[in-house]
């Protein structure tokens, strides 16, 4: 099993930065990737990010347009998002999720932080 704690949420205004983390446990030598999500009131859950453990190979959901980077810190079991410019429709809870084979499902999610972003 692994456990993922999200924290690093919070309110901030509009074009303000806010970098989350994800802090891993457990067997954490099981994760092939590590993946951000985030779900708005009423809307689905959206993919934000993911990046390889081992690797660092990231990749992106279209709307983060080089406003976002995730990073990872083997050294420590973290994983990052950094987010900047953010907009009000960056409101939502964000989700950090692993998973054990590249290709397969998530297998292990937190329990999420709110962004919330001002106008």
């Known amino acids: 099993q692994v456990q993922l704690v999200e924290s690093g949420g919070g309110l901030v205004q509009a074009g303000e930065s806010l970098r989350l983390s994800c802090a891993a446990s457990?067997?954490?030598?099981?994760?092939?990737?590590v993946g951000w999500f985030r779900q708005a009131p009423g809307k689905e859950r959206e993919f934000v990010a993911r990046i390889t453990w081992s690797g660092g190979t990231s990749y992106y959901g279209d709307f983060v347009k080089g406003r976002f980077t995730i990073s990872r810190d083997n050294a420590k079991n973290t994983a990052y998002l950094q987010m900047n410019s953010l907009k009000p429709e960056d409101t939502a809870v964000y989700y950090c999720?692993?998973?054990?084979?590249?290709?397969?499902?998530?297998?292990?999610w937190g329990q999420g932080t709110q962004v919330t972003v001002s106008s």
């Open positions: 457990g067997r954490t030598f099981s994760m092939a990737v």
């Open positions: 999720a692993a998973k054990r084979f590249a290709l397969g499902q998530y297998d292990y």
